[in-house]
């Protein structure tokens, strides 16, 4: 059990973190620097943890 559960965390997390970096990529770095933007972010990695 106690390797079950965080494989199955990262599973979860590592295709979240590849979205989020895809979006950094893709991003100029002005919208990055936006306090909203990283609100934004902070909220939806919020909800993809709690969507767990």
Do not use: G, H
């Not at 494989?7 to 306090?35: C, G, H």
Request: no cysteine; hydrophobic share 60%.
């Amino acid at each position: 059990m106690d390797r079950v559960l965080p494989s199955f965390i990262i599973s979860r997390i590592l295709p979240t973190l590849n979205f989020l970096y895809l979006i950094f990529q893709l991003l100029p770095p002005i919208v990055v620097k936006n306090p909203f933007f990283i609100f934004f972010l902070y909220q939806t990695l919020l909800l993809s943890f709690l969507s767990l």
